[in-house]
């Protein structure tokens, strides 16, 4: 797993949200999100986006660039 799929699928956990809930949360698809966390495709910048903003961290925290 990247550091962005495992930063994706640890935010995600913490907030006990299933994929279903987090692709509506943020507009993103279920079968995406899987593909990130399970490291089987590259996530976009606008996905990126979204995420960081629905988990209000930076989007380097996401690609696993700082800690915090």
């Known amino acids: 797993m990247t550091k962005a799929g495992e930063r994706i699928k640890s935010l ?6 299933s994929l279903i809930e987090l692709g509506k949360a ?31 961290v930076s989007a380097d925290y996401i690609l696993g660039l700082t800690d915090f």
């Not at 995600?12 to 949200?17: G, H, S, T, Y």
């Not at 943020?26 to 960081?52: C, F, M, P, Y």
């Open 26 to 56: 943020t507009g993103l698809s279920k079968s995406a999100i899987s593909r990130w966390e399970n490291n089987i495709s590259d996530i976009n910048g606008e996905a990126i986006v979204s995420l960081a903003k629905f988990f209000n």
């Open 12 to 17: 995600r956990k913490e907030k006990n949200l």
